[in-house]
């Protein structure tokens, strides 16, 4: 029994490790301001993420399959090279604490070994994603601007206390964060297996377990580092500003999931910091740290297309010798 198992788990360890890279690089979007700003505590944080992130991509996570999957023609070899290559990538910006999206390494992946095999890409799906790259943290700042605004108007008005006002913040900064957790698996397990249900080697609803639990086990295990760099790096931010931020990436992501595309929660969060910047003032916004983010964006999609292409050329290669 555990052979057979084992056997049939190998196939998708590519798609193991994205999940587990993604959840130690994304974790950080969820519960890193918070965190940051002493709201929870990073051993609580992480393990509420695990717990939401997999009840998310069960709920919820079926509808990127078929952006994803249906991106371009995929086997069993090209799933797996376009997961190892996307996997691979992630980790690297990971360990360089560098905020990435997973989606840009999965589709950046895919493009590359599309344009090695010369297999036609789904062009309305393909400008479809590009346009959501676009809108993620465009609509996250917007969406953060507008929260904060609107919220700090209302508890002005209403919250004289500032203890109560500390405590309010507080209790809500956490439930922000579990819902953002549940949007994130939502909208994320897509980028994890769905290269494998697009080569019909698993059905989706066992795609939203196996992608869940090991975005999970990213989240649980090596997460450590990017939370520096949110909420940390980018802007001073504040317990109710944290909140603010948290709630307009959660917003967001689960906007996407609900259309079925696939986004980068890292986008997201960084549109929602700079939308917390633009209230404040650009100036309390670290603008070096954010280039090096976009830099790393761009990296991320080259990256992934390049190391897949010569993976798969290094494939063909030995197997015609």
Same mark, same amino acid.
């Given at each position: 029994?555990?052979?057979?198992?084992?056997?049939?788990?190998?196939?998708?360890?590519?798609?193991?490790?994205?999940?587990?890279?993604?959840?130690?690089?994304?974790?950080?979007?969820?519960?890193?301001?918070?965190?940051?700003?002493?709201?929870?505590?990073?051993?609580?944080?992480?393990?509420l993420s695990a717990i939401l992130i997999a009840v998310g991509a069960v709920m919820?996570? +079926?509808?990127?399959?078929?952006? /994803?999957? !249906? $991106? &371009?023609? %995929?086997?069993?070899?090209?799933?797996?090279?376009?997961? =190892?290559?996307?996997?691979?990538?992630?980790?690297?910006?990971?360990?360089?604490?560098?905020?990435?999206?997973?989606? +840009?390494?999965?589709?950046?992946? /895919?493009? !590359? $070994? &599309?344009? %090695?095999?010369?297999?036609?890409?789904?062009?309305?799906? =393909?400008?479809?994603?590009?346009?959501?790259?676009?809108?993620?943290?465009?609509?996250?700042?917007?969406?953060?601007?507008?929260?904060?605004?609107?919220?700090?108007?209302?508890?002005?008005?209403?919250?004289?206390?500032?203890?109560?006002?500390?405590?309010?913040?507080?209790?809500?900064?956490?439930?922000?964060?579990?819902?953002?957790?549940?949007?994130?698996?939502?909208?994320n397990v897509a980028n994890v297996t769905g290269a494998f249900v697009g080569a019909n080697m698993i059905s989706p609803f066992l795609a939203t377990i196996l992608g869940g639990l090991s975005i999970s086990a990213g989240v649980l295990t090596y997460s450590r580092n990017v939370m520096h760099t949110i909420g940390e790096n980018i802007t001073q931010l504040a317990p109710f500003s944290a909140l603010i931020v948290v709630m307009a990436e959660a917003i967001t992501l689960h906007i996407f999931a609900r259309i079925g595309v696939p986004v980068s929660s890292s986008q997201a969060v960084v549109g929602a910091v700079v939308g917390v910047g633009l209230v404040k003032g650009m100036r309390t916004v670290n603008r070096k740290t954010l280039i090096m983010i976009l830099a790393g964006w761009i990296l991320t999609l080259l990256g992934s297309a390049i190391l897949a292409y010569i993976m798969g050329w290094t494939v063909e290669f030995l197997s015609g010798i």
């Open positions: 029994m555990l052979p057979a198992f084992l056997k049939i788990t190998s196939k998708f360890l590519p798609s193991i490790y994205l999940g587990w890279s993604l959840g130690s690089n994304d974790a950080a979007n969820v519960f890193g301001p918070q965190v940051n700003s002493g709201i929870i505590r990073y051993r609580n944080a992480v393990t919820e996570g +079926q509808r990127g399959f078929s952006t /994803i999957g !249906g $991106l &371009s023609a %995929l086997s069993l070899l090209t799933a797996i090279i376009s997961t =190892l290559s996307a996997a691979l990538i992630v980790s690297i910006m990971s360990y360089l604490g560098l905020p990435v999206s997973a989606t +840009q390494a999965i589709v950046g992946s /895919i493009i !590359g $070994l &599309s344009l %090695l095999k010369g297999t036609p890409v789904d062009y309305t799906k =393909l400008i479809r994603i590009f346009t959501s790259w676009i809108l993620t943290p465009v609509g996250a700042a917007i969406i953060a601007f507008i929260l904060y605004k609107l919220l700090a108007l209302i508890w002005e008005k209403r919250t004289r206390n500032l203890i109560a006002f500390n405590f309010t913040v507080r209790i809500l900064s956490i439930f922000t964060g579990c819902y953002a957790a549940y949007s994130l698996g939502a909208n």
